[in-house]
């Protein structure tokens, strides 16, 4: 979220001694990230160690904290490791939050920097490592699974029938229905696209396996020193491996590179697997579908969320631009089905 939550910072602080053994000397928000349910802070120690904070509300599934802990145990570096509380638990809680604690890492994300040749390799080698990781089920328990389910589509369906018919007055919510009123047109194709796509990928009856499901630029960190991470794992999920193979090429990248060098890159280091092309012209259009829908119910739904409306709007309207994910998701279909 990119406005600080309605949370003392003293509150915080109390809650990293009691919980960590953390003596805070500095505590700052950091205004990063669209999930409006989750806020980030910097805190440093009395001894001036940093350390990123993550406060988490809503549901919440332990695996998003276990699974990266299990990933690093086995030796995939490219991941940051939650640390444990004095009890050995991976999170504590502070009503309405849990609190999370890592390790500060000062870097930049995938689209502040350019990736370098070696990054790209990289970050296939690490994806590979935890697509093919035997992860106990114990710790798997309760992830969602792939169901190709219609909610996204018949979302933005909805909405664009709604922005017909309902006038609003908080001038985001008015740009936005403006907006989509010009882009119906585009915007139920992709809908209607998406469809088709949906059965007859699941008529190829594809493997599943745990992914990310939201590996793009945005989640690489690239530190002070060219290291590579790979963070954000709150979307867990089992579905084929298509579900993360789609951001490859797909225009959410980052900088660098052409979209067919990140490919060739990414794949040096993932290695040769045979992938779907209907999976990949799927997901392309179905991520795009669910990024419509979530900020519709953000921004259509509700007044609230300050600064953070108009960055959605934002980043809403950039699926639509001539080279954005739209564009680069109906290439995929026409070049594949």
Aim: glycine share 6%; hydrophobic share 40%.
């Amino acid at each position: 979220m990119l406005e600080k939550p309605d949370l003392n910072d003293q509150r915080i602080i109390t809650c990293l001694h009691d919980e960590y053994g953390l003596s805070v000397a500095q505590i700052a928000f950091l205004p990063l990230g669209a999930d409006m349910n989750t806020a980030v802070y910097r805190v440093v120690g009395n001894d001036e160690t940093p350390y990123f904070v993550k406060l988490r509300r809503g549901d919440f599934n332990e695996a998003v904290i276990t699974v990266p802990k299990f990933l690093s145990d086995q030796g995939i570096i490219q991941i940051i490791p939650a640390l444990t509380t004095q009890r050995g638990q991976l999170y504590a809680h502070l009503d309405p939050f849990r609190v999370i604690l890592y390790p500060f890492v000062a870097g930049y994300n995938g689209l502040e920097v350019n990736l370098s040749d070696q990054q790209r390799i990289e970050f296939g080698t690490a994806l590979k490592s935890f697509h093919t990781a035997k992860i106990p089920e114990a710790l798997t328990k309760g992830i969602r699974r792939e169901t190709f389910s219609s909610e996204w589509r018949d979302k933005v369906r909805s909405f664009l029938e709604r922005i017909e018919d309902e006038s609003f007055d908080e001038p985001v919510a008015v740009e936005l229905a403006a907006f989509l009123k010009r882009k119906r047109g585009e915007t139920l194709e992709l809908v209607n696209r998406a469809e088709q796509l949906a059965q007859a990928f699941q008529r190829q009856l594809p493997e599943f396996i745990l992914c990310h499901a939201d590996i793009h630029a945005w989640n690489l960190l690239i530190d002070v020193n060219g290291r590579l991470y790979l963070v954000d794992w709150d979307t867990l999920l089992f579905a084929p491996k298509e579900r993360d193979l789609m951001f490859i090429g797909a225009g959410l990248g980052g900088n660098g590179h052409s979209l067919e060098e990140e490919e060739r890159l990414f794949y040096q280091g993932y290695g040769s697997t045979a992938v779907d092309p209907i999976g990949i012209a799927y997901y392309r259009s179905e991520r795009v579908i669910e990024d419509i829908a979530v900020y519709c119910e953000q921004l259509l739904l509700s007044e609230a969320g300050g600064a953070d409306r108009a960055e959605s709007f934002e980043a809403l309207k950039a699926n639509y631009l001539p080279n954005g994910t739209i564009a680069i998701a109906r290439e995929s279909d026409a070049a594949y089905i």
